[in-house]
């Protein structure tokens, strides 16, 4: 887990007052030199947009090389206003209704990871009426041996893409307007298990493979998603990114595609944001330490979700040992909790705690509106210097 040096924190302390109100800050410098590590020449990367549509996060991830995978119109255009070209945007998603089609293909974009009949049918009737054909994947979705749950469904039953025996059903010279040159496929999220993960890739290659030759196409394009993970707690290990990629260009050969593509979300984004909220009031309730925030599931949705908690820290220095503390938000459902965790015991009202890993589905994936409270302002820290980028914004700003 990468930790906040002790200079960088410094600077955040001295930072923070003047925001006076929960805030994301992320880290741009190491954004951009973690992104750089990643390039290589085996594996098209794509940044899987909904983690983080920041417009300063997609152009450092735009001067790096990544590609954009977006998955509504309001990511299409947050990405095309950064000065991407539509050569470089991916379109997925279950819900692609005809108007947002038309719209995709009208701005340009011509890939499409495909997830139903109907979807097939559409794009191939609207790519008719322009003068590009675009090039297609088609979204697979297997079963596999062990366990099921995860997030992203797993073996179970997801509107994402179809099962083998659907797609085999498909006659594709009906349809000519588009081009399907590969296959999608990613059912698990927040892997960290690098055995675990390259196990399934390679699971994955036999059935896939069939598949195209079954439907008579040149499997050109092998997309695996995304799904790779990053700690959230303590001892849990970093994915080993040179592992992966070894590994990935034994799965391309076996695969004999020439491209195969990653979407990543979380991996490129999530360990570069934190998120920074006061104290609002501290109790003791049957003998347990509680803290009450100013922003909780209403900025940061995911320890609900997951049931797992964002590491925390006091953004003042203290010496005084640690204690556990329930931490919650200030939402009226006991949903809105943080999780239980160590913090000096001597933290207090008007402290500032700082969440770490909250670089990717952070605050557009959280339910700011419940209870009217304020939006919590974005900050990126760049070439040693703090920037608001999107300043905290009152509830009426957002009610009518
Ligand atoms: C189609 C698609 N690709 C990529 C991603 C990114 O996933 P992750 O953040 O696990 O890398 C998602 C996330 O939901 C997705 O739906």
Same mark, same amino acid.
């Given at each position: ?7 960088? &924190? ?56 990544? =590609? ?29 209704? &005809? ?18 009949? =109907? ?14 054909? @675009? ?14 749950? =995860? ?42 298990? @690098? ?82 909220? @006061? ?41 005084? @040992? ?79």
């Amino acid at each position: 887990m990468k930790t906040l040096t002790p200079q960088f &924190k410094q600077q955040l302390s001295e930072f923070a007052p003047s925001q006076n109100s929960p805030f994301f800050v992320y880290d741009l410098d190491a954004l951009q030199q973690h992104i750089a590590s990643l390039q290589n020449d085996q594996i098209k990367l794509w940044f899987a947009v909904k983690a983080n549509p920041l417009s300063r996060v997609i152009q450092t991830l735009d001067q790096e090389g990544m =590609n954009f995978d977006v998955a509504s119109l309001g990511e299409l255009e947050q990405v095309l206003a950064q000065g991407v070209s539509p050569e470089r945007i991916l379109n997925t998603g279950p819900a692609k209704s &005809k108007s947002q089609i038309k719209h995709f293909l009208e701005r340009g974009v011509n890939t499409y990871v495909v997830e139903s009949i =109907n979807q097939l049918a559409l794009l191939n009737q609207l790519a008719s009426e322009v003068d590009f054909t @675009p090039q297609v994947l088609l979204r697979v979705q297997l079963r596999f041996d062990g366990d099921a749950s =995860n997030p992203l469904g797993g073996n179970n039953l997801t509107p994402f893409g179809l099962g083998i025996a659907e797609w085999s059903q498909l006659t594709l010279n009906h349809y000519r307007a588009i081009d399907v040159v590969g296959l999608h496929i990613f059912q698990w999220g927040n892997m960290l298990d @690098p055995q675990q993960l390259i196990s399934l890739w390679q699971q994955m290659v036999p059935p896939l493979v069939s598949l195209a030759q079954q439907l008579d196409f040149e499997l050109k394009v092998l997309d695996l998603g995304g799904g790779l993970g990053i700690p959230y707690a303590r001892g849990e290990n970093s994915l080993d990114w040179s592992m992966l990629v070894t590994a990935l260009t034994e799965i391309k050969q076996q695969a004999n595609v020439n491209e195969l593509w990653l979407e990543l979300g979380r991996f490129a984004v999530g360990e570069y944001g934190h998120y920074l909220t @006061p104290v609002v009031d501290r109790k003791t309730s049957y003998q347990q330490q509680m803290l009450v925030l100013e922003g909780g599931i209403n900025h940061l949705l995911r320890p609900a979700i997951t049931d797992q908690p964002f590491p925390v820290q006091l953004l003042r220095t203290s010496a005084e @040992p640690a204690q556990s503390f329930h931490i919650h938000g200030p939402l009226c459902t006991s949903l809105d909790k943080l999780g239980v965790l160590d913090l000096p015991q001597d933290v207090t009202v008007d402290d500032v705690l700082i969440f770490s890993q909250c670089g990717a589905y952070g605050f557009t994936e959280a339910m700011p509106f419940f209870l009217c409270h304020a939006l919590p302002s974005e900050v990126v820290y760049q070439a040693g210097k703090f920037e608001v980028v999107r300043p905290a914004q009152p509830a009426s700003s957002y009610l009518f």
